[in-house]
């Protein structure tokens, strides 16, 4: 594993021990060449994903970029981390449990939104806001309205 901090390519592992959920393995290493200590998370991989975007552009899944949008939209919540990466192991073993190579943009943001609901109704907002792009303030209005009256039914 090469070093984040000065690229040598010969880091040591100093403890492995799994994640609380079991899905991956959480690894402290050591950069013999400038000293540095950081983590490494190393996670099965059922099948390679290719995001269709809505333009028709195809990108390969990254999970990283699905975890910084989720952190933006939990910003300043009182929700446990772990409870976020729980959230997106979901995610990401339905999407890698679809049987299919090439999933449409829309589906992970839906899969996203339904997540949310269920774990913070702000980030919920916030996420949605971005995802189906409001523009005016009568957006939101609107949406939170909309989320309201599923509430009572």
Known sequence: MRCPFCGHTDTQVKDSRPTEDHAAIRRRRFCPACGA???TFERVQLRELTVVKKTGKRAPFDRDKL????QIAMRKRPVDPERVERMVTSIVRRLESMGEAEIPSDVIGQMV??????LDQVAYVRFASVYKNFREAKDFEEFVEEISHDGDD
């Open 37 to 39: 200590r950081f983590t």
């Open 67 to 70: 975890v910084r949008s989720i």
């Open 113 to 118: 939104m339904e997540s949310l609901a269920n």
